[in-house]
């Protein structure tokens, strides 16, 4: 089992739905970041949080320390969020502190 | 842009070849983080340098090395490159080592081995 699971892998939306990815964890982590690449390779990162929910435009983060689980959340999705979206942990200690930790991403297709 | 830049963008090379990849950190950023990605994949750890010292490695074998220099500029070689060394090479300054900095990533370098 990763340590990083993301669901779903695949997710296809029309212009204007409601969306979310989820992020489960089974490491302890000093912050969990969403990240966001597009086709070409390049990697934005969109949000870094260790607790609570952080707002950005029409991008929602929330994580559950408790429950080792974050969820991405796109409202008004549109064709230009088309692109992979990466949840990554940085674990807490030890001689991996900081590292970072990377799921699967999740390929988001929004259709006009 | 993050300001990380990393050099060359592309790159063809033949089993049991050398390689250096380059990568500029962001300004005021002392740790380079340096990722492999391969295809359809989440990118992997390879090792982290802060200060001018490796601080940190992932699973990659020895034939793996870096550098990183007073400008926090920052090396990967890969020695005897084999075909799984094709990937997307993805580096990523941050303020310092710590989990809870951003990493600002770099454009990636993309390797073929062929």
């Known amino acids: 089992k990763n340590e990083v699971e993301q669901s779903p892998q695949n997710l296809t939306a029309q212009e204007g739905e409601f969306i979310t990815i989820n992020c489960s964890y089974s490491v302890g982590i000093s912050a969990l970041h969403w990240l966001q690449q597009h086709p070409g390779g390049g990697i934005v990162s969109l949000f870094m949080?260790?607790?609570g929910k952080k707002k950005h435009g029409r991008l929602i983060a929330t994580i559950n320390i408790q429950e080792k689980h974050s969820s991405l959340h796109i409202t008004a999705s549109h064709p230009r969020d088309s692109a992979v979206y990466i949840c990554a942990v940085a674990n807490a200690g030890g001689t991996s502190y900081g590292k970072l930790t990377f799921g699967q991403g999740t390929i988001l297709t929004v259709h006009p | 842009e993050t300001g990380v830049t990393q050099s060359p963008t592309h790159l063809i090379k033949t089993r049991g070849q050398q390689v250096t990849l380059r990568c500029s950190s962001q300004?005021?950023?002392?740790?380079v983080s340096w990722y492999q990605q391969a295809l359809g994949q989440g990118p992997q750890f390879i090792f982290q340098?802060?200060?001018?010292?490796?601080?940190g490695r992932g699973n990659f074998p020895p034939r793996f090395s870096g550098l990183q220099f007073p400008n926090y500029s920052s090396e990967l070689n890969v020695n005897a490159l084999e075909l799984d060394d094709s990937a997307l090479y993805l580096c990523?300054?941050?303020?310092?080592?710590?989990?809870?900095?951003?990493?600002?990533f770099g454009p990636g370098t993309r390797l073929t081995v062929t």
């Open positions: 300004s005021g950023h002392n740790t």
């Open positions: 340098y802060y200060r001018e010292e490796e601080n």
């Open positions: 990523a300054s941050s303020l310092d080592p710590g989990g809870y900095n951003e990493q600002y």
């Open positions: 949080l260790s607790s």
